[in-house]
């Protein structure tokens, strides 16, 4: 379990959030069927356990789900709902294809019917298909290893059509590539995505916060080293080198204003705040 031990904790934060939640940040109806009860219930024992490590607050009442809403969730529930709302707003302006990126156990490409594609490694993608079981044949899986200076061409060589307007998933993957690799990431995506194309990704900022260093320490375990963080200026110097244009970009404080209000009214001692190092950004090709 190890090996993608990142991707199941996502798939493990959506199907908790699922049964224990009385407001849906996210609704991933699939989440049960990406992962399996054995892996759900090894990582529910694994931080029931480990709740030291999580600095928890010994007042908390549900310390699991105190845990899942304040260390390691945040992020995974967030992004999940940032991408729907600007996927679902994509499409009604006439988006064509979506593509996620390092997509692990992502299954947002099965509740829509425009033509998708999930790029991964080889082995996430063989194992991707066997838990999905053909669950939706608008999915087209691309092997590529994003450390290869051609991982782009595999794209190319696939059923994409770059003369339609697509949306690109990027979420969760600039941690963990170098600030150059991240941004000829961008750049090989840019060239080869028509004009009124659309990709989203998040960042780390050079703020600070408790959540920082436990992720940190969690990838690490995990052997997936997180290499780089941004400031603002920075990201936009990147993204206008790669002939993008932010269209929206939301810091940590719009980001819990955003998604988390309804869930935070109803549950005061829950409450799910975003940490203060973590942004997302959506941005148009030029």
């Known amino acids: 379990m190890k090996k993608n031990l990142t991707a199941l904790m996502s798939a493990f934060v959506r199907s908790y959030h699922i049964k224990n939640s009385?407001?849906?940040?996210?609704?991933?109806?699939?989440?049960?069927?990406?992962?399996?009860?054995?892996?759900?219930?090894?990582?529910?024992?694994?931080?029931?356990?480990?709740?030291?490590?999580?600095e928890i607050d010994e007042n908390a009442i549900d310390k699991l789900t105190w845990i899942v809403n304040k260390r390691i969730g945040q992020t995974v529930l967030s992004r999940s709902a940032f991408n729907k709302r600007a996927l679902d707003n994509a499409i009604k302006?006439?988006?064509?294809?979506?593509?996620?990126?390092?997509?692990?156990?992502?299954?947002?490409?099965?509740?829509?019917?425009?033509k998708s594609f999930e790029i991964d490694r080889p082995e996430m993608i063989d194992d991707k298909i066997k838990r999905l079981n053909n669950l939706n044949n608008n999915i087209?899986?691309?092997k590529a290893d994003f450390q290869d200076n051609n991982w782009i061409?595999?794209?190319?060589?696939?059923?994409?059509?770059?003369?339609?307007?697509?949306?690109?998933?990027?979420?969760?993957?600039?941690?963990?590539?170098?600030?150059?690799?991240?941004?000829n990431m961008l750049l090989s995506i840019s060239n080869i995505i028509k004009e009124g194309s659309t990709i989203i990704f998040?960042?780390?900022?050079?703020?600070?916060?408790?959540?920082?260093?436990?992720?940190?320490?969690?990838?690490?375990?995990?052997?997936e080293k997180m290499k780089a963080k941004y400031s603002y200026k920075e990201i936009e110097k990147i993204l206008e080198e790669c002939n993008l244009?932010?269209?929206?970009?939301?810091?940590a404080k719009n980001i819990t204003k955003e998604f988390f209000y309804n869930y935070n009214t109803l549950n005061p001692n829950l409450k799910i705040i975003m940490p203060d190092n973590?942004?997302?950004l959506l941005a148009v090709k030029k």
Request: aromatic share 16%; with cysteine; proline share 0%.
């Open 140 to 142: 087209e899986f691309i």
């Open 22 to 54: 009385n407001i849906k940040v996210y609704y991933d109806k699939y989440a049960d069927k990406i992962i399996t009860t054995e892996e759900y219930n090894l990582i529910k024992e694994n931080l029931t356990n480990g709740m030291s490590f999580f």
């Open 245 to 251: 244009k932010i269209y929206e970009h939301l810091d």
């Open 93 to 114: 302006l006439g988006c064509k294809q979506y593509l996620v990126y390092a997509s692990g156990y992502d299954t947002s490409t099965l509740t829509y019917n425009i």
């Open 278 to 280: 973590i942004a997302f």
């Open 153 to 183: 061409n595999n794209i190319i060589k696939s059923s994409y059509n770059k003369n339609l307007i697509s949306f690109n998933s990027l979420l969760g993957i600039s941690y963990y590539l170098t600030k150059d690799e991240f941004k």
């Open 202 to 223: 998040d960042y780390e900022t050079n703020n600070e916060s408790i959540e920082s260093t436990l992720n940190k320490k969690l990838a690490s375990s995990a052997g």
